[in-house]
């Protein structure tokens, strides 16, 4: 059985980020799915794995991100058992 996470819906929607052609089409489509805080939230949650992968301490991130410091715990946690940040990362420097 698939947990909410890996739903045929999830799955669908993934299927239809892939198709996005470009930041525009990306914006409108998160507009239309997306609150403006989730769109803030998850932009957030970016940042500060971005700047968790330069090595910045919490305290600049804090005043940089606004970020609560149990988010950028919880952001470093998921950067410890995935690849997922950097694999992003790693495609966007090559743009």
Do not use: G
Not at 5 to 18: G, R
């Amino acid at each position: 059985m698939k947990n909410a996470i890996n739903s045929d819906e999830t799955e669908y929607f993934y299927k239809a980020i892939l198709t996005l052609k470009d930041t525009k089409e990306a914006a409108d489509f998160f507009e239309a799915v997306c609150t403006p805080l989730e769109i803030n939230t998850i932009s957030q949650r970016l940042a500060v794995a971005k700047m968790l992968s330069e090595n910045e301490v919490y305290l600049n991130i804090v005043a940089k991100t606004t970020a609560s410091t149990a988010t950028i715990s919880r952001v470093k946690r998921s950067m410890d058992n995935s690849e997922a940040y950097d694999r992003i990362f790693k495609r966007l420097e090559k743009k």
